[in-house]
């Protein structure tokens, strides 16, 4: 049974006849007919009584009219549903970020996209690259943003990189603390306060191990406020993206031989997001 032939029916119901329902629907008679006919052989039974004068409703087509109102009325309020999703007054999008989020303002970004798209619902989830990844390749996030040491993941789809340069963080009187710039080597056997579980504390473990640099993690924080706060009571030195030891008033420095630095991605799983709402999103975060 095809949508086309329940409106054919519909349109011999309101007519009364198949002459003017085929002018009604624009087809010509002959197809309109043959359009009822195979309907009526995919149900079995006689829909209408044809007599000379007139075209009837069979007990069958009368049964058969209310249901086809309700799948007409379906079909046009889905139209709707897909024309507000695609003309965006009205959807939903998910994206994903890293704490340590320097180059974006994404809250502010957000909200201005929510301005302009007051319809469209949105979901912000903050959390560590792997989940985040998942979440992307799963389709519960269209988009996020990620951070690497490296090239993209090729089962990602990058859409616009940033360079995050990371500093030093310290209290203001430790040793290093009037400093601009310091050696990746100065840095044997600090105590260290570590960002817990993130790809941030993972490069920065590798990075000195690969050194020959010893660290003593003495406390770790699971968010980047608390780590702040835990460099600034003097536990341990961190290394932080520098825009958050800007903010932070912390003293901090430029690490050399080596420096180090991240890439951030914003990440989707496919070249162009099927969902409308994300693919606006996209279009307003990369102006």
Known sequence: MELRQLEHFLAVVRTGSFTGAAREVHVVQSALSSSIRKLEDELGTKLFERTSRRVLLTEAGRALVPMAHRIAAD??????EVSAVVGLSRGHLAIGTIQALTEVDLPGELGAFQKAHPGVRIRVRQGIVPDLMDSVDSGELDLAFVAFDGQLPEELVGFAEWRQELVLLSHPDHRLAGRRRVRLAE???????????????????????????????????TNMSLLIELVAAGLGVSIVPEQVAERSGLPHARIEQPGLARSIYLAGRQAEPVNPAARALLQHLLG
């Open 187 to 221: 840095l044997d056997d600090e105590p260290f306060v570590d960002f817990s579980g993130s790809g941030l504390q993972e490069l920065v473990a590798r990075r000195c191990a690969d050194a020959g640099i010893r660290r003593d993690p003495v406390c770790e924080a």
């Open 75 to 80: 079909v046009v309020a889905a139209r709707g």
